[in-house]
């Protein structure tokens, strides 16, 4: 995982292939449908255009790693390059923004593999991530469930995320493998106390909804 160490300071677009590329193949797939409302009287809609953004892989999993210590509950964070957000630098915002984005950060996470099924899938899944992104060795077990998954982007993204959480108090890590692709390189791994990282997520500084949904579940569960 020498790459993990890299300090990348930008992101260099080499070539700009959207209008002649397919938009039905590779990792996200766009579905550019017609499409009609049929109504209760029998009657319909005019056509209309719908755009879809989906992938083969439906949907993903996010686990909140965190351990107790004896000031409260940490939680761990991964700072990831992100270029979809990166690319908003220079473009028109209705809220200026001076955030980079070059790094990311947000919990662990993956996509749920095909033969990944059921709650059983999502366990699976979740004990793969954690130990790819975070370094340590769960039990599927471990993993709670926390409620239903839920859509980011319901009105152009088809994908759901279940969201989950481990208990790593007293776990020893190992580096974590990462799956070897350039956009892990300059990865951050940091524990960061629970309601620090919550009040940064609602100040917007830590811009991720599914760690910020995943830790207010898992306080609603606490005693």
Same mark, same amino acid.
């Given at each position: 995982?020498?790459?993990?160490?890299?300090?990348?300071?930008d992101?260099?677009?080499?070539?700009?292939?959207?209008?002649?590329? &397919?938009?039905?193949? *590779?990792?996200?797939?766009?579905?550019? #449908?017609?499409?009609? %409302?049929?109504?209760?009287?029998?009657?319909?809609?005019?056509?209309?255009?719908?755009? +879809?953004?989906?992938?083969?892989?439906?949907? =993903?999993?996010?686990?909140?790693?965190?351990?107790?210590?004896?000031?409260?509950? /940490?939680?761990?964070?991964?700072? %990831? #390059?992100?270029?979809?957000?990166?690319?908003?630098? *220079?473009?028109?915002?209705?809220?200026?923004?001076p +955030?980079?984005?070059?790094?990311?950060?947000? @919990? +662990?996470?993956?996509?749920?593999? #095909? $033969?990944?099924?059921?709650? $059983?899938?999502?366990?699976?899944?979740?004990? /793969?991530?954690?130990?790819?992104?975070?370094?340590?060795?769960?039990?599927?077990?471990?993993?709670?469930? @926390?409620?239903? *998954?839920?859509?980011? =982007?319901?009105?152009?993204?088809? !994908?759901?995320?279940?969201p989950?959480? +481990?208990?790593?108090? *007293?776990?020893? =890590?190992?580096?974590? !493998?990462?799956?070897?692709?350039?956009?892990?390189?300059?990865?951050?791994?940091?524990?960061?106390?629970?309601?620090?990282?919550?009040?940064?997520? &609602?100040?917007?500084?830590?811009?991720?909804?599914k760690?910020?949904?995943?830790?207010?579940?898992?306080? =609603?569960?606490q005693?």
């Open positions: 995982m020498s790459g993990k160490q890299t300090t990348v300071t992101i260099e677009i080499i070539e700009d292939f959207s209008a002649t590329a &397919r938009c039905d193949e *590779g990792f996200l797939r766009l579905r550019r #449908l017609r499409c009609q %409302n049929r109504r209760e009287d029998g009657s319909v809609s005019p056509v209309y255009r719908v755009d +879809v953004v989906d992938r083969p892989r439906l949907d =993903a999993v996010a686990v909140l790693v965190y351990r107790r210590s004896a000031s409260g509950l /940490e939680v761990l964070t991964r700072k %990831n #390059l992100r270029p979809a957000a990166y690319f908003r630098k *220079g473009k028109e915002m209705v809220v200026p923004d +955030v980079s984005y070059l790094l990311v950060e947000e @919990l +662990v996470a993956g996509v749920m593999e #095909l $033969e990944d099924k059921g709650e $059983e899938g999502v366990r699976r899944r979740a004990v /793969e991530e954690v130990r790819e992104e975070a370094g340590y060795e769960v039990k599927p077990e471990e993993i709670r469930l @926390l409620g239903g *998954g839920f859509f980011v =982007a319901p009105g152009i993204l088809s !994908e759901k995320v279940f989950t959480a +481990v208990d790593v108090t *007293g776990k020893e =890590a190992h580096e974590p !493998e990462g799956d070897g692709s350039p956009l892990e390189e300059g990865t951050r791994l940091q524990w960061r106390p629970l309601p620090e990282v919550l009040a940064a997520c &609602r100040r917007g500084e830590v811009p991720d909804a760690l910020e949904i995943s830790i207010t579940r898992l306080l =609603a569960e005693p």
